[in-house]
């Protein structure tokens, strides 16, 4: 079967069980973009190193008898293929991806598993809304044949880096996936860091055993850039707009604050969220400059 791509939070199945899609002994070597600015780098050694630390896995600078590995840029979006595919493959975290979460699941993707939420049991676990799908999206949404995968013997798992928040993919602004156990809907997708299983399955794929926590972490030494990393872009401020066309067109906006910021979700957001997420401001918000208490820089004064 083809490799899936992914996007943010993004590929589909649960871990690979064929050995082809596994990295030889948990070695991965990568590429590093020259796109990435000092600190995007410092995320990405990061990433890594919480895998050392948790894992056998090993991400390590490609040398040149390294014919497999991963080449980590600004592709387009957030998306990784699953497992080893063979040559060179793209990893892709842009502009609106360079966070430690978003770093981690599509590293994951690379290491051999797929999303949580299309287990072969996941109707056991949760309900897809299919009427709020974008149908664009709907293959996002499949289930895995079980002899794909494996889930280690590891219960359905509302915590994983690996699960879809509940407004993955929405066209209207409403959920399109809930918990079959309601106090877990605002669980799933919030995840930011790895769940004690996706740390348990990890190790158990790659056969960790004892080295599960080795005492000595590597040193992560990123290869150097392609070229001069490019300085980052200045921020613009939110536009100040009419009230009319600042406003928030969903009430569930206010569960999903920490999504405004996450480039998988910015189209919706903008769209549904706008005034809660700071997309926009309205005029009537704007006031007249204030003074700032001493000590404090006029930039951090918050609007009434």
């Not at 809930?178 to 995840?191: C, D, F, K, L, N």
Request: overall charge neutral; hydrophobic content about 35%; proline content about 6%.
């Amino acid at each position: 079967m083809p490799f899936q791509k992914t996007r943010r939070k993004g590929a589909r199945r649960n871990g690979v069980i064929t050995g082809i899609k596994k990295w030889p002994n948990g070695r991965i070597p990568y590429m590093i973009s020259g796109q990435y600015t000092e600190r995007e780098r410092a995320l990405l050694a990061r990433s890594f190193q919480e895998y050392h630390k948790r894992t056998c896995i090993r991400f390590v600078p490609r040398t040149p008898l390294d014919r497999d590995y991963l080449y980590i840029g600004k592709i387009d979006g957030c998306f990784s293929d699953v497992g080893r595919a063979g040559g060179r493959q793209e990893l892709s975290l842009d502009d609106g991806c360079m966070q430690y979460d978003t770093a981690i699941h599509e590293l994951m993707h690379s290491v051999g598993f797929y999303h949580e939420h299309e287990r072969w049991d996941r109707d056991n676990h949760i309900r897809i809304l299919w009427q709020n799908i974008d149908r664009d999206a709907y293959d996002q949404f499949g289930k895995v044949d079980l002899s794909e995968s494996s889930y280690y013997g590891q219960v359905y798992d509302y915590y994983s880096i690996m699960h879809y928040d509940s407004l993955a993919f929405s066209k209207n602004g409403l959920e399109t996936m809930v918990a079959r156990r309601p106090e877990m809907t605002v669980v799933i997708g919030s995840a930011i860091d790895f769940s004690p299983t996706d740390v348990l399955k990890m190790n158990l794929m790659y056969q960790c055993g004892e080295n599960v926590i080795p005492d000595v972490v590597e040193k992560i030494v990123p290869p150097l850039p392609l070229s001069p990393p490019v300085p980052a872009v200045p921020i613009q401020g939110p536009p100040v707009v009419e009230d009319d066309d600042c406003v928030d067109k969903t009430n569930l906006c206010w569960r999903w604050l920490d999504r405004c910021g996450s480039f998988f979700f910015e189209k919706i957001m903008k769209e549904f969220c706008a005034l809660s997420c700071g997309y926009c401001i309205p005029k009537s918000k704007v006031a007249a400059p204030v003074k700032a208490a001493k000590g404090a820089s006029a930039s951090y004064l918050q609007l009434g």
